[in-house]
């Protein structure tokens, strides 16, 4: 294509990052860019816990919008902020490298998992961590806390009866935060988020130029098929930061195939109930890939995970 490629972006210093990394990709490929930044909802609403505030869009909203009436080319994103159900006229175009994928405990004075003391305080946005955490460590107090990496790390140093907060491993990293991590939590313990670690970027649908230039560049197959499992997954939930879901999926390549080998996890806010399974196959495409997850949805469904679901979102809801 002709021209400066315009990049749209949250204005954080993590968006800027991940921004940036898809400029210097492109610009090593010999396609120029530029970065437009954008306020999302998720980024104006800084008082209200994230399950509250009603939007599946909240870090995107604004982002699709500028998308569709042309005044940027693509968009880039943290895939697990992307719902799963895209507005109409706009598609995943690539799906980048994926970073470590794990939760990241930062714990006051480098307090590790084993060492927080009973009835410790964990800040945390996230409900499927909140879940989790309870799940594991039922004397925990979790409270919420929002803002940007840099806001959240400093609110536990203001907060002086706080003993950790959580954290994504690989926002950290890429903000050469990695030392403040006192621990990187086993998926056992802390699923991830689906999508977790890797970019996405969006662009028109019929803007074919864009799409292509996108994907010959960026796309990495073997993310883009793990992340596809974990997104049917979580899509055929009617998940998002409303609901506590969690999944992983493992990938090897095999001959223009995949095996894919994807794990998903439902728990209550109050950690005391868990529906949890596997789903190992072979696939030959991320349609494929999408299927595995929403079939293992489907099981986790017929265990009980609807009522659990449900009970969730009625909690964001009443703002309990």
Same mark, same amino acid.
């Given at each position: 294509m002709s021209g400066s490629l315009r990049i749209g972006t949250r204005a954080s210093p993590l968006a800027l990052?991940?921004? $940036?990394?898809?400029? $210097?990709?492109?610009?090593?490929?010999? $396609?120029?860019?530029?970065?437009?930044?954008i306020t999302t909802t998720g980024d104006h609403v800084l008082d =209200?816990?994230?399950?509250?505030?009603?939007? =599946?869009?909240?870090?995107?909203?604004?982002?699709d919008d500028a998308l569709l009436a042309g005044r940027i080319d693509c968009a880039v994103h943290s895939l697990k902020d992307l719902p799963t159900r895209l507005p109409d006229g706009i598609v995943l175009a690539a799906v980048g490298e994926r970073a470590d994928v794990r939760d990241a405990l930062v714990g006051r004075g480098g307090l590790a998992w084993a060492a927080l003391p009973?009835?410790?305080? =964990?800040?945390?946005?996230?409900?499927?961590?909140r879940a989790q955490l309870l799940r594991a460590r039922p004397d925990l107090v979790v409270v919420d806390v929002r803002g940007n990496v840099q806001t959240r790390l400093r609110r536990l140093e203001e907060q002086p009866t706080w003993s950790a907060t959580m954290l994504a491993v690989a926002g950290l990293e890429r903000l050469g935060l990695g030392d403040v991590i006192t621990e990187r939590l086993?998926?056992?313990?802390?699923l991830p988020a689906p999508s977790q670690g890797a970019l996405g970027v969006t662009a028109r649908r019929d803007d074919g130029a864009t799409r292509r230039l996108l994907h010959d560049v960026l796309h990495d197959p073997n993310t883009a098929v793990a992340t596809a499992a974990e997104?049917?997954?979580?899509?055929?939930?009617?998940?998002?930061?409303?609901v506590p879901v969690a999944a992983l999926a493992a990938v090897e390549a095999d001959g223009g195939r995949w095996r894919v080998a994807l794990r998903g996890r439902v728990v209550s806010l109050e950690g005391d109930v868990t529906c949890e399974g596997?789903?190992?196959?072979? =696939?030959?495409?991320?349609?494929?890939?999408?299927?595995?997850g929403e079939r293992l949805a489907g099981r986790l469904l017929e265990d009980g995970a609807g009522p659990v679901l449900d009970a969730a979102r009625m909690h964001a809801q009443s703002g309990a």
């Open positions: 990052w991940q921004t $940036h990394r898809i400029q $210097h990709l492109l610009e090593r490929a010999g $396609h120029r860019s530029e970065a437009i930044e =209200v816990p994230l399950a509250r505030i009603g939007s =599946v869009a909240l870090f995107t909203r604004q982002l009973a009835g410790a305080t =964990v800040a945390t946005s996230s409900l499927r961590r086993d998926p056992e313990l802390m997104r049917g997954f979580l899509r055929a939930l009617d998940g998002g930061c409303q596997t789903l190992d196959m072979q =696939v030959a495409s991320e349609g494929e890939a999408e299927g595995l």
